[in-house]
């Protein structure tokens, strides 16, 4: 049974600071892996999607990687700034599997 | 742009009671998927869809039923309520590719006195 891990559970950081977050998953049979942002009271954005093939994916400030066969993936925040704050979940998607398993998230807070 | 769309938002039900959350999207999806989040817990899978007319059981479908009658709705019946299922439930949707990414509401907030 595929398990999504993310520590830590909260972390903050001043303004401007580069940061890393983290997602480490059990089984590396994946088709991709996700990373989501969440705003309190709202849905989930998603901000980057890897494929089992890649290595990484980059979105402006974002840039996030994939090391398949040691499970983890990193999520790198460039230059953070206070509207980064939000919680950070990741998910991956299994093989013979249609759904997406979660990890519970890293809460981020940028202090101005 | 609507995407995925939520009703209602919040909502406060006694136990026993029964209700029909609703999600909507209008981006032709095919797949469409509804969640659970508790605290702790992450989001779990309770049932989805992967087309008009058909519906399949999640992690955690039991005290939930679906239908997907239109490919654009996809609704969580609840029959009869307990306090186990106070939670914010998620809809999503996606196309059948699956390197493409879900889309999802705003969420319901659901809480069973």
């Known amino acids: 049974k595929q398990e999504v891990t993310q520590i830590p559970a909260a972390l903050s950081v001043p303004e401007g600071e580069n940061l890393v977050l983290n997602c480490s998953f059990t089984?590396?049979?994946?088709?991709?892996l996700q990373w989501f942002r969440q705003d309190p009271g709202k849905g989930l954005t998603s901000l980057l999607l890897?494929?089992?093939?890649?290595r990484e994916q980059t979105s402006g400030r974002l840039n996030a990687s994939l090391d398949k066969s040691s499970g983890r993936s990193t999520l790198y925040i460039a230059a953070s700034q206070p509207g980064d704050s939000a919680t950070y979940l990741c998910?991956?998607?299994?093989?013979?599997?249609?759904?997406?398993?979660f990890g519970t998230g890293t809460r981020l807070t940028i202090i101005p | 742009n609507a995407g995925v769309t939520q009703t209602p938002k919040f909502r406060v039900l006694k136990t026993g009671q029964s209700m029909t959350l609703l999600c909507a999207q209008d981006m032709n999806h095919e797949y469409m998927y509804w969640y659970r989040q508790d605290p702790g817990m992450g989001l779990r899978l309770i049932h989805y869809s992967v087309g008009e007319g058909t519906t399949a059981k999640g992690e955690v479908p039991d005290g939930y039923n679906v239908s997907r009658l239109k490919k654009q709705n996809f609704l969580l019946g609840l029959e009869s309520a307990a306090p186990s299922q106070t939670s914010v439930y998620f809809c999503a949707s996606s196309y059948r590719d699956r390197d493409q990414p879900q889309h999802f509401g705003d969420g319901t907030r659901l809480s069973i006195l």
């Open positions: 998910a991956v998607r299994s093989f013979g599997n249609e759904k997406l398993t």
């Open positions: 089984d590396s049979a994946i088709y991709n």
């Open positions: 890897i494929q089992s093939s890649q």
